[in-house]
């Protein structure tokens, strides 16, 4: 199936109200996080950087004031960011294959902080989650390793075999999802000791870009590189099915979608490399807000923990490669206040709008 479109204008933000981020580095942003306890930001960058804000919001109006900074070892892009339960320490991985930890507020800021290690993979550390049940930070490497760690030894304390490099993962309470090369998805269940659960293939027929499991662990949702997303329930669920919509294509062109964030109440947000950011309810197969086109690929994007903020990046995505690569590219954060009319389920009507 698949939802209706509409004409687009280009614009520098999705809404002219929306607050730009100072000092949001000097080259792709790969990865927004919000703290789970407070409204932290946190982004990780191509130029190697891991830069922390503080964001405040009182009647709809927001300022981010930039709280500190570290740097991967050699200033190597940093790709992926996760953080603890109570919001004081965050977790990196990047092409240094290094899992790192940032201990928020303890550690001294200089011009060549860098976080300390807790482990290490063969290739490129992809993605990093934190599994709240067992206190292990867990990442997934291009060395097609899944490893999980305890920050106080730099030895795995347990690892998979990947069908292939990973991609995208997402942890939510026992559910662990991970997105490889191949089209393969691996879920596991994380509630003690990990254990996989099932190897699928992607619902999707191109290389999958981005993984997030529903707030209710049901299922998850994937994005590929072909502009759709596909929506997947791990066991039957009375009344909903699976399936694929279309979403970042403009007329024949295709753009990768390259987050895919659910909102604390279900519905969820996609942006992609056409600088569109469309809010979805799945469960009524309804698109609920298409923003105005943005004059840059969209890279990455995050709800806060109580989803009035929304956080996006305008940034190259290197969906094209470094040949694409302009240098001297603006790259820049900005955080929309999320209204509720904007995310908020609606009756299901007859027809499609």
Known sequence: MAFAT??????KSISPTDHKVPHSGNDGISSLIWSPTNNYLVSTNWDGGVRC????ESQRQIQAIPKAQVNHDSQAPVLSSSFSPDGSVVFTGGTDKAVRMWKLGQQPMTANAVPQQIGVHDAPVKNVGFL??????VSGGWDKKLKFWDARQQSPVGQFDLPERCYDMDVRGNLLVIATAGRQIETYDVSSEPRKHSTKESPLKFQSRCIACFPDLTGFAVGSIEGRTGIHYLQKVPGKESFAFKCHRQDSNVFPV????????????TVGGDGVVSFWDKDNKQRLKHFPTIDSPISCANFNATGNLFAYASSYDW??????????TV???FIHFTKDEEISRRKKTIGRK
Request: aromatic share 14%.
């Open 132 to 137: 709240s049940s067992t206190n292990l930070v």
């Open 6 to 11: 509409g004409g687009v204008t280009t614009k």
């Open 319 to 328: 969906f094209k490669g470094s040949s694409f690569y302009a240098p001297g």
């Open 53 to 56: 804000w503080e964001v405040q």
């Open 258 to 269: 390259n987050t895919i964030s659910f909102h604390p109440s279900g519905t969820f947000a």
């Open 331 to 333: 790259n820049e954060i």
